[in-house]
């Protein structure tokens, strides 16, 4: 606890240091998952394709694909890059697979109707395929979220990985306290995120809101 | 750079600190901690999918678990139990266990209830229903918590070579303080070759092991109407019981 008090600004720093490395790679994942969720979800071959891609993907250890993006890439091993792709990459395989998922159980007769009732292709996607898909896909993200967070810390390892820095000084300078506090800001920053997503989808989906207090009679 | 010239150098693949040796080390850690996972959670998680009772405690457990810094356990308990083979041992079952328990729970728990009504009509009681019915037709998803622990297992020993631990993470930790890239390079891609590889022996156990009525594909009896890639909960739950490791 002494250690705690007596190194705030520390902490600080590395919480902040983290949300940097954890965060950006769970929206650019987003983004670049919908489209190819889409195109898994239109085309049997693309389904097919971007699976096992995504599987391949999410079946790299993580300290193994850090290392391996530099020669790809063309950066330089010590480079916080290769930690925010490598993030971006298990995003999107996670969640392909799920916004395939999500948009293949939008009910069919909610299309048809938007369909009859002259929304274009592309504007029935926005406003009524992807809407309704929004509470499948945000259980994806919640998991994404989570584990970007947790991984995070793996980049420690060589040299770059917000709180996982402390798990690497509290080893080498054998200060339990710095690594307990390092696990339990990470848990908490994953508790935080996790509930922020889990809102989001409250905002997002107000007809599931007005069914849920219909039900309860109020 | 040349970067795969390591690993095509014949030195590398000898003594007890050349590929082969690394690799028997990180299957020795594999195997032992899955053994020991194995046999603490399929009970388990089996006995809490045949009452219903302690669902919930999985499903918290699991998903505190995929927040759980893995590099953080290690260092903890390597510096609770000291330097050696027992810390990180202990940290890898940890880290083994929840997704083959979730996967467990999840597949007894996801047995057609006629199936098993159709059990108890036929005269068959608690343990004849447990490992006559419910273990078998839980058998995907056991096996699918198996594949997301072993890629836990198998990545979180390759960090674990950061605390001492051999096996494959040596070249990248090695290599990482001697500045010798090609050889961190020629070590991730020995370790994403293997998980690969133990990924897909796995799958093959699933075609090898599950009753043919199980693995999808043609079913005899179509009662209702297929909707196009419904998600199915069952496999959900299997597949969150994994994530990036």
Do not use: K
Request: hydrophobic share 55%.
């Amino acid at each position: 606890m002494t250690w705690v008090l007596g190194n705030l600004d520390v902490i600080r720093e590395r919480t902040l240091e983290h949300l940097v490395l954890a965060l950006p790679p769970v929206l650019l994942g987003l983004v670049i998952a919908i489209p190819l969720g889409w195109l898994a979800n239109r085309t049997g071959a693309g389904r097919a394709i971007l699976t096992n891609v995504a599987g391949l993907a999410y079946t790299i250890p993580s300290l193994a694909l850090f290392v391996l993006l530099p020669p790809l890439l063309g950066t330089g091993i010590l480079d916080s890059r290769n930690v925010i792709v490598a993030l971006t990459v298990y995003t999107v395989a996670l969640l392909v697979r799920t916004v395939a998922d999500a948009l293949g159980a939008v009910p069919t007769v909610i299309v048809d109707a938007a369909t009859a009732m002259g929304y274009p292709p592309a504007r029935r996607f926005v406003a009524v395929e992807l809407p309704m898909a929004v509470p499948v896909i945000l259980a994806g993200l919640r998991v994404a979220a989570v584990s970007s967070i947790s991984l995070v810390t793996v980049g420690s390892v060589i040299g770059f990985g917000g709180l996982g820095r402390m798990f690497t000084d509290g080893f080498q300078r054998s200060i339990p306290a710095e690594i307990i506090a390092g696990i339990v800001v990470v848990l908490v920053i994953a508790l935080v995120v996790d509930g922020l997503i889990l809102a989001l989808g409250r905002v997002l989906t107000p007809w599931n809101r007005i069914g849920q207090a219909a039900g309860r009679g109020t | 750079m040349n970067y795969l010239g390591w690993l095509f150098d014949g030195s590398h693949w000898t003594g007890p600190q050349g590929v082969p040796a690394r690799l028997v080390e990180h299957l020795g850690y594999t195997a032992l901690t899955l053994l020991v996972g194995l046999l603490v959670a399929v009970p388990l998680g089996a006995w809490i999918g045949h009452t219903g009772r302690g669902g919930f405690a999985v499903v918290g457990l699991v998903n505190g678990l995929r927040a759980l810094p893995t590099l953080g356990l290690l260092v903890l308990l390597v510096g609770l139990v000291g330097i050696g083979l027992l810390g990180p041992l202990v940290a890898l079952v940890i880290l083994a266990a929840p997704p083959i328990l979730a996967g467990t729970y999840a597949g007894v728990r996801n047995v057609d209830a006629a199936v098993v009504d159709a059990a108890e009509g036929m005269g068959m009681r608690g343990p004849g229903v447990l490992f006559g019915v419910e273990l078998p037709n839980a058998l995907p998803l056991i096996i699918g918590g198996i594949r997301s622990s072993t890629l836990q297992v198998i990545s979180t020993a390759t960090i674990a070579a950061y605390v001492g631990l051999g096996g494959l993470g040596r070249f990248i930790i090695d290599g990482l303080a001697t500045r010798d890239f090609p050889e961190m390079i020629a070590g991730s891609i020995l370790v994403a070759l293997f998980a690969i590889v133990a990924d897909l022996l796995l799958g093959g156990v699933v075609r090898l092991l599950v009753s043919p009525g199980l693995r999808g594909g043609r079913r005899p009896r179509r009662l209702r109407p297929v909707s196009p890639s419904r998600p199915d909960p069952a496999a959900a739950a299997a597949r969150a019981s994994g994530g990036p490791s």
